[in-house]
């Protein structure tokens, strides 16, 4: 069994199949185009419908909506492959299946399923979540975008910000602010195609990591929207939003665990080529301190994602341990990764090598999705109430 494994936590024979299904597809189709899409901003779009076929871009969706019905365990390491191939494809299916397709399936009505999640479940369209806005991040009940009801139709205007996804998103789950008087209680859901009259999209965000997964800001200008695009009933949109966060965490964590994996793996197969003071630098003490650490850390964030989300899967209680996961697996990435340049030196500095890649990868990882500071907040408040 290889390091790369970490410990196999009772895994069934499916599951196992499907890591080694995701890591070939990875590692065979993926890694090479790696560099591709970090250097050129490149969105893989011919590998989207391999996925599909793969059926990873409706990991968790109900077979009868054209979903696989994976476990959160499998679709774990399914983003963890991923990631450790191509961190910027691997938040895309990430946002893809935790953010747009979990309010569908876990919300919406049938008919919605059979419009919305079908298409995005098979990988025909690729879907974004619009919650953030220029004004409004962790503080999500202090959006600005509005939407006004007459009688069916309700009209939405405003900005949305940081929509991973957003350029090439066909499908959008979209929050807006019914009722500013009833605060949080006042934010509604919806879901809607993004090919609506008045609906506009910035230009794609120039960023320090995850290059090849595209982000801008969606504009709604009196975009007109039906009951049948609403998720759940007015005014539950904010709870739409949390347990969306709260499910999708352990793909976040996963990711990052993906490339702490690919860090160490560049980081030691580069410490054993490399020759210092008349030896590979991996026979140094110094550097094998830094291996031991690195894949500690590896290991024990794989630990605490793969536990929140058998928890899931159980149908336990696993926000805290999904938020434990995600804080932790994310300064585990960034960690990792920073000691993968140390043990590059100069050439971990320079685009000839993946290491830099990896760290500017990483330090996304703290922030979407909920920010550090907001785990740590999650966290605590559960600790609290015990």
């Known amino acids: 069994m290889s390091w790369q494994d970490g410990f196999q936590f009772d895994l069934d024979d499916e599951t196992k199949m499907i890591q080694e299904a995701a890591r070939a597809f990875a590692q065979g189709e993926l890694l090479p185009l790696a560099e591709k899409i970090d250097h050129e901003h490149y969105f893989p779009r011919e590998i989207l419908p ?140 919806f879901v809607h195609d993004l090919n609506l009259p008045g609906v506009s999209r910035g230009k794609p965000e120039d960023k320090l990591g995850i290059c090849g997964s595209p982000t801008c800001s969606i504009m709604y200008d ?13 005014g539950n949109g904010f709870r739409v939003a949390m347990t969306t966060l709260n499910s999708g965490r352990t793909g976040v964590a996963a990711q990052a665990v993906g490339i702490a994996r690919a860090a160490l793996r560049d980081a030691l197969a580069y410490s054993k080529e490399r020759v210092a003071f008349g030896k590979p630098i991996c026979e140094h ?20 994602t793969l536990g929140a989300a058998r928890k899931k899967d159980r149908g336990e209680s696993f926000i805290r341990e999904a938020s434990m996961a995600k804080l932790y697996a994310s300064r585990t990435a960034v960690e990792v990764a920073d000691l993968g340049v140390q043990i590059h030196g100069g050439y971990g500095y320079v685009k000839d090598y993946p290491a830099e890649r990896h760290l500017r990868d990483a330090k996304i990882t703290e922030i979407y999705e909920g920010t550090s500071e907001i785990q740590k907040m999650v966290i605590a408040g559960h600790l609290l109430k015990e």
């Open 50 to 189: 391999k996925l599909g076929q793969l059926g990873f871009m409706g990991a968790t969706v109900p077979a009868d909506f054209g979903g696989s019905e994976l476990s959160q365990v499998a679709y774990c390491l399914i983003i963890e492959e991923l990631a450790a191939a191509c961190a910027s494809t691997s938040i895309i299916v990430s946002a893809h299946n935790s953010l747009c397709l979990t309010p569908i399936v876990d919300y919406g009505s049938d008919e919605q399923k059979k419009k919305f999640a079908e298409p995005l479940a098979r990988g025909e369209k690729l879907g974004c979540f619009a919650l953030s806005e220029p004004s409004s991040g962790s503080d999500a009940a202090a959006m600005d975008c509005t939407v006004k009801k007459s009688g069916d139709t309700y009209v939405v205007n405003g900005t949305k910000n940081w929509i991973t996804n957003g350029p090439e998103a066909d499908t959008c789950v979209l929050f807006a602010m019914l009722d500013r008087s009833a605060g949080y209680k006042g934010i509604c859901a």
């Open 222 to 234: 009196g975009v007109e929207l039906t009951r049948g695009n609403l998720l759940s009933t007015d």
């Open 285 to 304: 003490q110094s550097i094998q301190n830094y291996l031991a650490e690195m894949v500690t850390k590896v290991d024990a964030a794989r630990y605490l």
